[in-house]
T-cell receptor, first 112, second 117 residues
C-alpha cells in the first residue's frame, strides 16, 4: 500500500509558480502517480498523471525522479482560482487499484 | 473525457429514513466503482468498492448493512444509507476508473451532500 505524504498547506501570490512535492516511498512497480484538485463541495478533478520522468499538459507539469519515490506538481503562474486542495495519489488498475487511498492533501491559497 | 455523475447533488432527510445516492458513468462502462465519504475540512475516506455482478467490498469499520451498495449495471452504482442518523451527514463521492485509453485514471463524481436532521 503506497502511502503518500504532502505538505499540509502552501501560500502563494498570483502569477507565481507553485511546486508541491509528494513522497511515496513504497510506490509499486505498476503504480501511476496522479494529482487531483478539489474545490469545496466538489468532487476531485483530474489534473495530471505520470509514471516516470516529466509530464506536461495545459495546466500543470509533473516531475518524477528516476527512483519514483517522490513527485512534484508544478502549477505555473497561479491565479486566485487555483486556491484548492491538491491530492497526490498512487495506484494502478492492474492490482485492482490497490485501494486508492487519499492522503491529507495540500491546501494551496493564492492571494492577490 | 470520462464523466461521472451523481444524483442527487444534495439531500436532506429525517433521522431514521433511508437515502439512495446514484453514481453513473456517462460515456464509459465501469465494472468497478468506488464510494468515498468526506467530512468538513477532512480528506476523502474510501468506504467501499462496488463491483458489477458481485458483492461490494467494504473498508474496515464501514457497516455493510448500513451502507448498501448495488452495482446494477456497467454504468450505475447506488449507495443507500439505511436508517440515517445525524452522524451520517457528510459529503459522499463516487469514482470510476477510466476507459481503455485512460485506464490508470480515476474519475470522480461531483459529490452528494447529505444532511440528516
Amino acid at each position: 500500500l503506497a502511502k503518500t505524504t504532502q505538505p499540509i498547506s502552501m501560500d502563494s501570490y498570483e502569477g507565481q509558480e507553485v511546486n508541491i512535492t509528494c513522497s511515496h516511498n513504497n510506490i509499486a512497480t505498476n503504480d501511476y502517480i496522479t494529482w487531483y484538485q478539489q474545490f469545496p463541495s466538489q468532487g476531485p478533478r483530474f489534473i495530471i498523471q505520470g509514471y516516470k520522468t516529466k509530464v506536461t499538459n495545459e495546466v500543470a507539469s509533473l516531475f518524477i525522479p528516476a527512483d519514483r519515490k517522490s513527485s512534484t506538481l508544478s502549477l505555473p503562474r497561479v491565479s486566485l482560482s487555483d486556491t484548492a486542495v491538491y491530492y497526490c495519489l498512487v495506484g494502478a488498475r492492474t492490482d485492482s487499484w490497490g485501494k486508492f487511498q487519499f492522503g491529507a492533501g495540500t491546501q494551496v491559497v493564492v492571494t492577490p | 473525457g470520462a464523466v461521472v455523475s451523481q444524483h442527487p447533488s444534495w439531500v436532506i432527510c429525517k433521522s431514521g429514513t433511508s437515502v439512495k445516492i446514484e453514481c453513473r458513468s456517462l460515456d464509459f462502462q465501469a465494472t468497478t466503482m468506488f464510494w468515498y465519504r468526506q467530512f468538513p475540512k477532512q480528506s476523502l475516506m474510501l468506504m467501499a468498492t462496488s463491483n458489477e455482478g458481485s458483492k461490494a467490498t467494504y473498508e474496515q469499520g464501514v457497516e455493510k448493512d448500513k451502507f448498501l451498495i448495488n452495482h446494477a449495471s456497467l454504468t450505475l452504482s447506488t449507495l443507500t444509507v439505511t436508517s440515517a442518523h445525524p452522524e451520517d451527514s457528510s459529503f459522499y463521492i463516487c469514482s470510476a476508473p477510466g476507459d481503455s485509453l485512460t485506464q490508470e485514471t480515476q474519475y470522480f463524481g461531483p459529490g452528494t451532500r447529505l444532511l440528516v436532521l
